[in-house]
Protein backbone atom coordinates (compact mmCIF):
# COMPACT_ATOMS: atom_id res chain seq x y z
CA UNK A 1 0.00 0.00 0.00
CA UNK A 2 2.68 2.56 1.15
CA UNK A 3 4.47 1.69 -2.22
CA UNK A 4 1.56 2.49 -4.57
CA UNK A 5 0.88 5.29 -2.52
CA UNK A 6 4.54 5.97 -3.21
CA UNK A 7 4.18 6.27 -6.67
CA UNK A 8 0.90 8.31 -7.11
CA UNK A 9 2.45 10.54 -5.12
CA UNK A 10 5.36 10.71 -7.38
CA UNK A 11 3.46 10.84 -10.45
CA UNK A 12 0.46 12.77 -9.69
CA UNK A 13 1.30 15.77 -7.11
CA UNK A 14 3.27 17.46 -10.16
CA UNK A 15 0.25 17.11 -12.23
CA UNK A 16 -2.19 18.64 -9.60
CA UNK A 17 0.47 21.30 -9.00
CA UNK A 18 0.57 22.60 -12.73
CA UNK A 19 -3.24 22.29 -12.45
CA UNK A 20 -3.40 25.26 -9.67
CA UNK A 21 -1.88 27.84 -12.16
CA UNK A 22 -5.08 29.42 -13.92
CA UNK A 23 -3.54 29.30 -17.04
CA UNK A 24 -2.64 25.95 -17.06
CA UNK A 25 -5.70 24.68 -15.87
CA UNK A 26 -7.46 26.41 -18.48
CA UNK A 27 -5.44 24.51 -20.93
CA UNK A 28 -6.56 21.37 -19.66
CA UNK A 29 -10.06 22.32 -19.73
CA UNK A 30 -9.58 23.42 -23.27
CA UNK A 31 -7.26 20.24 -24.09
CA UNK A 32 -9.77 17.27 -26.08
CA UNK A 33 -7.08 15.35 -24.05
CA UNK A 34 -7.75 15.85 -20.46
CA UNK A 35 -12.14 15.67 -20.57
CA UNK A 36 -11.47 14.33 -16.72
CA UNK A 37 -10.64 17.65 -15.53
CA UNK A 38 -13.57 19.45 -16.64
CA UNK A 39 -16.89 18.43 -14.93
CA UNK A 40 -19.50 20.87 -16.75
CA UNK A 41 -17.84 20.69 -20.48
CA UNK A 42 -15.51 22.68 -21.99
CA UNK A 43 -17.19 26.10 -22.77
CA UNK A 44 -18.86 25.80 -19.42
CA UNK A 45 -15.85 25.01 -17.01
CA UNK A 46 -14.11 27.87 -19.10
CA UNK A 47 -16.66 30.01 -17.84
CA UNK A 48 -16.28 29.17 -14.65
CA UNK A 49 -12.90 29.53 -14.35
CA UNK A 50 -12.70 32.77 -16.26
CA UNK A 51 -15.24 34.57 -14.88
CA UNK A 52 -13.35 37.03 -13.16
CA UNK A 53 -10.29 37.39 -15.90
CA UNK A 54 -12.60 37.71 -18.68
CA UNK A 55 -14.12 41.19 -19.95
CA UNK A 56 -17.83 40.85 -20.44
CA UNK A 57 -18.06 40.77 -24.11
CA UNK A 58 -16.09 37.63 -23.76
CA UNK A 59 -18.19 36.30 -21.33
CA UNK A 60 -21.54 36.91 -23.56
CA UNK A 61 -19.71 35.56 -26.77
CA UNK A 62 -19.06 32.48 -25.09
CA UNK A 63 -22.79 32.45 -23.67
CA UNK A 64 -23.82 32.79 -27.26
CA UNK A 65 -22.60 29.62 -27.65
CA UNK A 66 -24.32 27.68 -25.50
CA UNK A 67 -28.01 26.27 -26.15
CA UNK A 68 -29.99 29.28 -25.52
CA UNK A 69 -32.51 27.33 -22.97
CA UNK A 70 -30.17 25.89 -21.04
CA UNK A 71 -31.10 27.74 -17.25
CA UNK A 72 -26.77 27.62 -16.90
CA UNK A 73 -26.93 31.04 -18.26
CA UNK A 74 -29.42 32.70 -16.28
CA UNK A 75 -27.55 30.92 -13.34
CA UNK A 76 -24.37 31.73 -14.53
CA UNK A 77 -25.23 35.79 -15.19
CA UNK A 78 -26.77 36.17 -11.81
CA UNK A 79 -23.40 34.59 -10.64
CA UNK A 80 -21.17 36.74 -12.75
CA UNK A 81 -23.32 39.79 -11.86
CA UNK A 82 -22.91 39.41 -8.03
CA UNK A 83 -19.19 38.58 -8.37
CA UNK A 84 -19.01 41.83 -9.79
CA UNK A 85 -21.22 43.49 -7.51
CA UNK A 86 -23.84 44.43 -9.56
CA UNK A 87 -26.44 42.29 -7.71
CA UNK A 88 -26.75 42.40 -3.83
Known sequence: MGKVLG???VAEVPRI???LVRENL???IQSPETPSIRR???LKSELLLMVDDYPRE???DLLSRIDEDDPFI???TRWADMRRGLLP
Open 17 to 19: RQL
Open 7 to 9: EAL
Open 74 to 76: ELF
Open 58 to 60: KLQ
Open 26 to 28: LAA
Open 40 to 42: RGA
